[in-house]
């Protein structure tokens, strides 16, 4: 049963930050999608802070070399932004994949990033591409790497009475080149099993930079700094798909759950790597 004490529904940040430093036992809400499925099934109650009026949340724009996106906004909105497409195309996508169309509709990527879950669709994605979180809290602003914020499941970086206003990402060069590659149960409404993500410029048949963030194989999503400089050393050829891609399951370390066994997650790591490169190379 869904027990709410009560609900502060703040028009601003300040005022947010306000209730929340007076209140600091609040549940912060935005769509609700994990909030109210976690209440229900624990039978726990609590008082929400609903942060959804907040303007300052919301937003997708570009500031020179950076796409910045809100963290109230859906992933619907997120799917359908041509500006995330051509600005970080991996965040787009997996936005367009997670749940279904009414979840979509609700759900967040700062909802989704917050929760910290293995296997949440959109921190692959931001990693890959480098991303930023920005948090917010009455001590002022601060920005990490989405790499460091995300410590494990349900465990990240955010403190007390910290509110995520939003996502720093570097906009793609001419030269990019990337995937998100993810397997569920179903083609739709299913949580990932595994997921991998690459990003890269790529000049000829070489790669720089590479940044790959793999989910669902170890307690938090992880680079993979190994294949990332066998890729970045070595030209593009079938070859190195298949050289590189033991390295990549090695960096992993996956465990069985109701999802999946750890092995059939470590060969379909290996899989979609494949699938993904495959793609790069016969581009
Ligand atoms: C049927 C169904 C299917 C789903 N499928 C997928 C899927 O395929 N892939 C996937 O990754 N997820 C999936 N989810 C999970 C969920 O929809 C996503 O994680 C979603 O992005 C959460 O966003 P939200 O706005 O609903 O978050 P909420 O439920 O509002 O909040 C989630 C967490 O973030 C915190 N929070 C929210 N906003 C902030 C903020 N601004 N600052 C600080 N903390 C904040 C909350 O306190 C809470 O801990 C699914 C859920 C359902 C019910």
Redesign the pocket.
């Known amino acids: 049963m869904l027990r709410i004490d009560g609900v502060y529904r703040p028009k601003t940040l300040p005022e947010a930050l306000d209730v929340f430093t007076e209140n600091p036992r609040l549940?912060?809400?935005?769509?609700?999608?994990?909030?109210?499925?976690q209440l229900t099934d624990s039978g726990k109650h609590a008082s929400l802070l609903d942060?959804s009026l907040l303007a300052e949340?919301k937003g997708i724009r570009r500031d020179g070399q950076y796409l910045w996106i809100g963290?109230a906004e859906t992933?619907t909105a997120i799917s359908e932004s041509p500006l995330i497409m051509e600005c970080a195309p991996l965040v787009a996508k997996s936005s367009s994949i997670?749940?279904?169309p009414a979840?979509r509709n609700?759900?967040?990527?700062?909802?989704?990033v917050?929760?910290a879950?293995p296997?949440?669709?959109s921190l692959p994605t931001l990693i890959a591409h480098g991303a930023e979180i920005v948090l917010i809290s009455p001590s002022g602003k601060r920005t990490m790497p989405v790499v460091d914020f995300h410590l494990g499941p349900g465990k990240s970086a955010?403190g007390d009475s910290?509110?995520?206003t939003g996502f720093s990402i570097p906009v793609v060069s001419e030269n990019f080149v990337g995937f998100y590659e993810r397997l569920g149960s179903r083609a739709a409404?299913?949580?990932?099993k595994v997921g991998v993500a690459l990003a890269a410029n790529m000049y000829g048949n070489r790669f720089s930079e590479v940044r790959i963030a793999l989910s669902a194989v170890a307690p938090r999503v992880i680079r993979s700094p190994k294949t990332e400089r066998l890729l970045e050393t070595h030209p593009l050829e079938r070859n190195l798909i298949e050289e590189a891609t033991p390295v990549l399951i090695a960096e992993c370390t996956p465990i069985t759950d109701f999802r999946s066994t750890r092995e059939y997650r470590a060969d379909m790591v290996g899989q979609l790597f494949r699938m993904g490169m495959n793609k790069i190379l016969n581009r």
């Open positions: 549940r912060p809400i935005l769509g609700g999608t994990d909030v109210l499925v942060l949340l963290s992933h997670m749940g279904s979840i609700r759900a967040t990527i700062g909802g989704n917050a929760n879950s296997v949440a669709e955010i910290e509110i995520i409404v299913s949580i990932a």
